[in-house]
């Protein structure tokens, strides 16, 4: 049974920083894709930034040049660490998995329980 838990959630004044983990678990094969999404209260949930079996990273446009995402494969435990927060960043963000390769661009097949973080100003 593959398992998702978040951690590294919680309050933040603008301008500060967080790392969210994410540890991956019930699976042997290296995965296909992790990624970050986040929901804001009355918003679609959005991806955030996506990593692939091969290295290569993709990230929203809103959080380009702030945010990096990293993984490690022995671990299975993905990050996410969040620079120069603002309050718009404010969700709760969700670790996804895609399990196979080629099929990054669908929803995830797992995701985890959600960590929330809020940037006050």
Same mark, same amino acid.
């Given at each position: 049974?593959?398992?998702?838990?978040?951690?590294?959630?919680?309050?933040?004044?603008?301008?500060?920083?967080?790392?969210?983990?994410?540890?991956?678990?019930?699976?042997?094969?290296?995965?296909?894709?992790?990624?970050?999404?986040?929901?804001?209260?009355?918003?679609?949930?959005?991806? #955030?930034?996506?990593?692939?079996?091969?290295?290569?990273?993709?990230?929203?446009?809103? #959080?380009?040049?702030?945010?990096?995402?990293?993984?490690?494969?022995?671990?299975?435990?993905?990050?996410?660490?969040?620079?120069?927060?603002?309050?718009?960043?404010?969700?709760?963000?969700?670790?996804?998995?895609?399990?196979?390769?080629?099929?990054?661009?669908?929803?995830?097949?797992?995701?985890?329980?959600?960590?929330?973080?809020?940037?006050?100003?």
């Amino acid at each position: 049974q593959v398992q998702l838990v978040e951690s590294g959630g919680g309050s933040v004044q603008s301008g500060g920083s967080l790392k969210l983990s994410c540890a991956a678990s019930g699976f042997t094969s290296r995965s296909a894709c992790m990624g970050w999404f986040r929901q804001a209260p009355g918003q679609e949930r959005e991806r #955030v930034a996506r990593i692939a079996i091969d290295g290569t990273t993709n990230y929203a446009d809103s #959080v380009k040049g702030r945010f990096t995402i990293s993984q490690d494969n022995a671990k299975k435990t993905l990050y996410l660490q969040m620079n120069s927060l603002k309050p718009e960043d404010t969700a709760v963000y969700y670790c996804a998995l895609w399990i196979i390769v080629g099929y990054c661009s669908l929803p995830p097949a797992y995701w985890g329980q959600g960590t929330q973080v809020t940037v006050s100003s």
